[in-house]
């Protein structure tokens, strides 16, 4: 380094420290990029600028990585750190300099040709100040001069100065050059090859985390208007009503208005600071998992659709919050047209939101004009998030998909969408869900409150800390691959007008496999795992001990016998989490001689089915197998896995579990020897036995799927009772049964009686052929089904429902 050059970086050095505010992506990327400090680290970076360099310098001091100054030295010879594409153009003149930079990828790969030990990592960086994607058609302005990607030394102090606020700094994965070297060669033509990968790898990253520009509100309402499909649809609309073309031509205008979104970068910064402080007011902390995953796929070009769960009006602020601090563009996102109401409406339409009306039924104009809108936003480039239950979750379980937005989507493409579309699920979770109250008083009967601003000021009175948020993306489902394995004659249909026969089944299955994706996504915290247990107590009490002991037996089951790689188990202990419930006071802490007992009150019991219901599907299977130990004590392996395979359709359709049934046999062994493991069960003469020692943790595991399997034995007790009973009938007197065992044994759980469970639970016995397709019941299976549920339910419960059974 020149003397000039140490003493601009040591003039710059302060007012960079005081203006730049930077955050860097991934947050530690030694652990999430596996980065190795003990080899060589070299930077690649775009633009050749010291604000960026002092600005990486900065970073990587806060992240425990050499910076770009600090010296490397190389089979003895001192070499610089960081590589640079191209110069900055100079103040006066258009003439630039080339940086040396393919000398410099030449030089580096020499020496690996020269040292076969020698491993250089090479670190692509780049470094955005401001996220401003601009606008269509969008005139140069001062917005755009400071936004330039290569701006010379008075426009990068302008900056600085203006955007040092926003400043993110993102690392990819590294590079090995000893790969390269190994692979392709060392002479030119390879650098020449490193220097281009590197110039489309900056390029993506700048779409990837500015996407492209925004639409021009006007001009997109003519593009829409100039489409032959819409003209098409005014002129029918016109025909239909009798009305002029004019006039249809207006109130398409007018569905255009209030459909679109406003997206404003501005009010993304604002909210931006806003979110980050009601965070911090409500949450103890965000927990976020999965994301790289995709950052790649949003830099490699795919159209990605978010489909997260919904538990919350929170879940909009939350997940465009979490993904603009991941370094991604916020989605367009589809919300009801309850929320578009003053103030509110405005401001998410500003945010990103675009709304549609819960039905489409009886307005061609709408749903052409809402289509071709979508259509647009795709071909565009934009994200999209749309909820797939399309309504919040009343009792915290993912609730039977709906598939109009799905099937919008996959029409879209089949137009012709030029790029990958991939399909992201995002479990949403909370400690605590602000409505759980005004969930549990409409699940009573209440009438839904409608959305308005009083409601939202009675919610910010309310702000006090919910403990943690958890955000994880799920396994990612690429369309055009799906449709490829599944449906390999889809390339043929499109540009074609007609909807062809598959599309109907392939969106009812792509919609059970995003659910299921979801809830193979899904976080488990303290407070989840707590209801867990107290919900399975026999008065929902135990000692503190017990509890503790339980929730370890359920985090060490979670963890030796892992429901798969996107969900996530926390790696405190049971007293940490338990500790951390009851910070959120939903528990009651009562002590005697003996210590403490922590219960629930019969109010608290029913709000907190909410918590247990989101991760009751990790337990289900092995609450199912602990069932069929401690019921049928001694019940050999061959049989044990038979009675599973036997109920676990059912468990697999109702809360979207992601276990093929091929795959149970090997899963059951695992779980039997982590019961083993923990002395919940021994093995003798050839059978399974609950250890006596245990028996409080086995029950209560077995205890936790008793709910659903009672309801099961409803519907299967009524059928048998009546085999000629309508489907209709069947599901009125299957709640009405429930409502009654509720009463008898004190069942609060609201979905216990929930209409939707029952059609769930009668559209798979037609699926998996119980029910022929004139729902004539096949009784010999059905009665073999109920042989193997029945037992499973206390004498007293089998009682109640034989008792409940209306007669003929």
């Known amino acids: 380094m020149s003397l000039g050059q140490r003493i601009s970086r040591a003039a710059l050095q302060w007012p960079i420290n005081w203006l730049v505010n930077h955050k860097s992506l991934p947050e530690n990327p030694i652990a999430e990029l596996k980065l190795d400090p003990a080899r060589p680290i070299v930077f690649a970076l775009k633009t050749s600028s010291i604000t960026d360099l002092l600005t990486l310098q900065q970073c990587c001091a806060d992240l425990g990585l050499p910076g770009p100054f600090t010296p490397l030295e190389l089979a003895g010879r001192p070499l610089p750190r960081y590589v640079c594409l191209d110069r900055p153009p100079p103040l006066f003149g258009s003439r630039i300099k080339p940086l040396p930079f393919l000398q410099e990828f030449e030089q580096l790969l020499d020496l690996h040709k020269q040292d076969p030990d020698l491993d250089v990592q090479l670190v692509p960086v ?27 030394m008075l426009k990068k102090a302008l900056i600085v100065a203006l955007k040092g606020r926003e400043n993110l700094v993102r690392f990819s994965p590294p590079v090995s050059l000893r790969y390269m070297a190994d692979k392709h060669g060392t002479d030119q033509a390879i650098a020449h090859k490193l220097a281009r990968v590197a110039r489309v790898h900056f390029g993506r990253q700048q779409l990837a985390a500015t996407g492209p520009k925004l639409p021009n509100r006007h001009l997109l ?73 995709v950052r790649q796929l949003a830099q490699e070009g795919h159209e990605i659709v978010y489909v997260p769960c919904h538990r919350s009006h929170m879940d909009y602020l939350l997940l465009s919050y979490v993904i603009y601090h991941q370094g991604m563009v916020p989605p367009h996102i589809a919300a009801g047209i309850n929320l578009n109401f003053w103030p509110a409406g405005p401001l998410f339409r500003r945010g990103g939101a675009f709304f549609i ?36 979750s009343r009792t915290g379980r993912l609730l039977p998909p709906k598939t109009g937005m799905l099937a919008m989507t996959l029409q879209a493409m089949m137009r012709g969408l030029d790029r990958p579309l991939t399909f992201v699920p995002v479990y949403l979770g909370y400690e605590h869900v602000m409505e759980v109250n005004t969930y549990h008083r409409e699940l009573q009967g209440s009438r839904k409150e409608k959305e308005s601003f009083l409601q939202v000021l009675g919610i910010l009175k309310k702000l006090r800390n919910y403990g943690r948020g958890f955000v994880n993306f799920g396994e990612p489902l690429t369309l055009n691959n799906y449709l490829s394995e599944h449906v390999p004659e889809w390339r043929e249909h499109i540009g074609q007008e007609e909807r062809p026969e598959w599309m109907s089944p392939t969106v009812n299955q792509l919609a059970d496999l995003l659910m299921t994706r979801i809830n193979a996504a899904a976080a488990v915290n303290g407070l989840t795992l707590s209801a867990v247990a107290l919900l399975a107590s026999e008065r929902h009490a135990l000692t503190r001990d017990e509890l503790e002991a339980q929730i370890t037996t359920y985090l060490t089951l979670l963890r030796e016998v892992p429901y798969g790689p996107y969900n996530t188990i926390p790696q405190s202990s049971a007293a940490e989490l338990l500790d951390q419930a009851l910070e959120l006071n939903k528990l009651q802490v009562t002590e005697d001689r003996l210590g403490q007992i922590i219960s629930l009150d019969r109010y608290q019991a029913i709000l907190l089915t909410y918590y247990r219901n989101n991760v009751l599907h990790l337990l289900a299977l092995p609450s199912l197998v602990a069932a069929l130990i401690e019921r049928c004590e001694g019940i050999g392996r061959s049989e044990l896995i038979g009675r599973c395979v036997d109920i676990y359709p059912l468990l697999k359709n109702e809360l979207f579990l992601h276990f093929e049934e091929q795959a149970l046999p090997e899963l059951i062994d695992n779980l039997l020897r982590a019961f083993a493991a923990q002395q919940l069960i021994t093995e003798r003469d050839g059978g399974f036995w609950v250890n006596p020692g245990n028996q409080m943790r086995l029950l209560l595991l077995a205890e936790s799927i008793q709910e659903t399997l009672q309801r099961y034995a409803i519907v299967l007790t009524r059928l048998l009772e009546q085999p000629s009973i309508e489907a209709e009938q069947l599901e009125a007197d299957a709640m009405m049964m429930a409502e009654r065992m509720g009463t008898l044994h004190g069942i609060n759980a609201p979905e216990f009686f929930d209409q939707k469970l029952f059609t769930t639970l009668i559209h798979t016995f037609r699926s998996e052929g119980y029910l022929d397709p004139s729902c004539k019941p096949d009784l010999g299976r059905f009665q073999a089904l109920a042989d193997n549920v029945l037992p499973l339910l206390s004498s007293k419960v089998q009682r109640t429902i034989r008792a409940c059974c209306p007669s003929n």
């Open 126 to 152: 780049t470094l955005f100040w401001g996220r401003a994607p601009g606008r269509e058609e969008e005139e140069v302005s001062s917005f755009n001069i400071i936004s330039a990607l290569a701006p010379n």
């Open 221 to 293: 309402f003519q593009q829409l208007l100039d489409s032959a499909t819409i003209q098409d649809a005014i002129r029918e609309e016109a025909g239909r009503d009798s009305i002029s073309e004019e006039k249809a031509r207006k109130r398409a205008l007018g569905y255009m208005d209030e459909i679109a979104s406003d997206f404003s970068y501005r009010l993304i910064r604002i909210g931006d600071s806003f979110l980050g402080w009601l965070w911090n007011k409500l949450y103890r902390g965000l927990s976020v998992h999965g994301a790289e995953k």
């Open 357 to 392: 009306r819960r039905t489409f039924k009886g307005n061609p104009l709408y749903s052409t004009v809402f289509r071709e809108y979508l259509n647009l936003l795709f071909t565009k480039g934009y994200s999209v998030e749309f909820f797939t239950e399309g309504g919040r």
